[in-house]
């Protein structure tokens, strides 16, 4: 089986600018979750989302935002970038929440 | 809240040597525990998931435990290789609270495996 995607694996914006990260889930897992990771928080968890329904959502504001397709493909999406955004942004999917599977990451730097 | 502390912070220990990296969590409402590696700049790879009902899980030279009464988790790797060098980290699914169904991840532990 594929493992987890995502796209881009890079992406360079400028403060203010919008930017949406694609993940699509190993065949068959219907639960996706994000995660942000920095040097200084470590990672953190973002949304969880299962079939098309948001489970789980962490501390953070309202500029972060994701949704779930029906074929189980998920897309993040953070409005108004701030600096403090810059972070590989990792998302992870599974069957029903038990073992995750990680992506390789979309490294987001906003200047 | 949960909060996942990883003891040592760092390791660089001669090939060949058994070592143990520390995992431990302040609510001890967990779903299942997991561990992972992370090489740098890449993603996580799973390396093993203890169920809150299991008290440990092997997979090859890797053997991990779970305490939930005392909120402990150990991993032993046997025989360390230099292929061993990674981040190594724990995460708890919440199972109460806050944390329900959450992911609370460790802050790592940066193991270096010297030939």
């Known amino acids: 089986k594929a493992g987890v995607t995502q796209t881009p694996r890079y992406l360079i914006k400028t403060r203010g600018q919008q930017v949406t990260l694609s993940c699509s889930p190993i065949s068959g897992h219907r639960s996706v979750s994000w995660y942000q990771q920095t040097p200084g928080q470590g990672l953190q968890f973002l949304f969880e989302y299962f079939s098309e329904t948001q489970r789980n959502k962490g501390n953070f504001p309202g500029r972060f935002s994701g949704r779930q397709f029906s074929n189980s493909r998920s897309e993040m999406n953070v409005s108004t970038l701030e600096l403090g955004d810059s972070a590989l942004y990792l998302c992870a999917s599974s069957l029903k929440g038990d073992t995750q599977y990680f992506g390789p990451g979309t490294r987001l730097t906003v200047l | 809240k949960q909060e996942v502390t990883q003891i040592p912070a760092a390791l660089s220990v001669p090939e060949g040597e058994n070592l143990v990296l520390n995992c431990s969590f302040t609510?001890?409402?967990?779903?299942?525990l997991q561990w992972f590696r992370q090489d740098p700049g890449k993603g996580l790879t799973s390396l093993l998931l203890i169920q809150s009902s299991q008290r440990e899980q092997t997979s090859g030279r890797l053997n991990a435990s779970l305490d939930k009464s005392s909120g402990r988790s150990t991993l032993y790797i046997a025989a360390s290789q230099p292929g061993d060098s990674a981040t190594y980290l724990c995460?708890?699914?919440?199972?109460?609270?806050?944390?329900?169904?959450?992911?609370?991840f460790g802050q790592g532990t940066i193991l270096t495996v010297h030939p």
């Open positions: 609510d001890s409402a967990i779903y299942n």
């Open positions: 995460a708890v699914r919440g199972a109460g609270g806050t944390s329900y169904g959450k992911l609370t």
